[in-house]
């Protein structure tokens, strides 16, 4: 079975581009999960969905981020403009009705 | 306070030792909870859920405290493939919200 796949794996660009990164969940999942995670703070909920649905996007630092879900098997995240701040590796997870939590490979964003 | 702690370590011990890690948690409505291993540069895996009574798997048992609000992983006979990061998760009822401690980092040594 395919796992939750993120697209690109690493992701490279100058401050005040846009950057938007991809996630598919595992095939028959409810629920999307976009985190990030830094040494200094670990990993951090962003945002996540249920049923394609905004349930909390508490976690979103600034309003230069932004989270969509137009269908069951397809979530971005975008961050416009990017700043060096925020690099970091963008985890996508997805589950099924508060069961096991399954993580994508991840992006690597290095904003210069 | 955080909702999830736990100490970062490093915990250095020999092959075959036994290693414990603790992580507490804030919210007493949380209802579910799980140990999730990450290497270096990987994902998160799910190494195993917790369970009211406790559970193991293998080399690995895992505790659950209520009413002291704290989880338990527990490896025995440790392996240099057992060297990671462990992370606590915990699900708070009512919620879709997994939320993770900033993991303690194991490192066995030959």
């Known amino acids: 079975d395919a796992g939750v796949i993120q697209s690109p794996r690493h992701e490279v660009t100058e401050m005040g581009q846009e950057v938007t990164l991809r996630c598919k969940p595992i095939?028959?999942?409810?629920?999307l999960f976009w985190y990030r995670q830094t040494m200094m703070r670990g990993l951090e909920l962003l945002i996540y969905?249920?049923?394609?649905?905004?349930?909390?996007d508490s976690g979103m630092p600034e309003d230069r981020f932004s989270a969509k879900m137009p269908n069951a098997s397809f979530s971005t995240l975008k961050i416009q403009p990017s700043e060096p701040r925020d690099s970091a590796v963008y985890f996508c997870?997805?589950?099924?009705?508060?069961?096991?939590?399954?993580f994508g490979s991840g992006t690597q964003l290095s904003v210069l | 306070r955080k909702e999830v702690e736990q100490d970062p370590g490093p915990f250095n011990v020999p092959e075959g030792a036994t290693v414990a890690f603790n992580c507490t948690y804030s919210?007493?409505?949380?209802?579910?909870f799980f140990w999730y291993r990450q290497d270096c540069r990987k994902e998160p895996k799910l190494l195993m859920s917790?369970?009211?009574s406790g559970n193991e798997d293998g080399r690995f048992t895992a505790q659950l405290n209520r009413a002291s609000q704290y989880i338990s992983l527990l490896i025995r006979d440790s392996k240099l493939s057992d060297s990671a990061t462990y992370l606590c998760v915990v699900l708070t009822s009512g919620t879709y919200k997994y939320i993770f401690g900033t993991g303690t980092r194991l490192k066995v040594l030959a």
């Open positions: 095939s028959g999942h409810n629920s």
């Open positions: 997870a997805s589950s099924r009705s508060n069961e096991k939590l399954f």
């Open positions: 919210n007493s409505a949380s209802q579910s």
């Open positions: 917790v369970y009211s």
């Open positions: 969905f249920n049923n394609n649905v905004p349930i909390d």
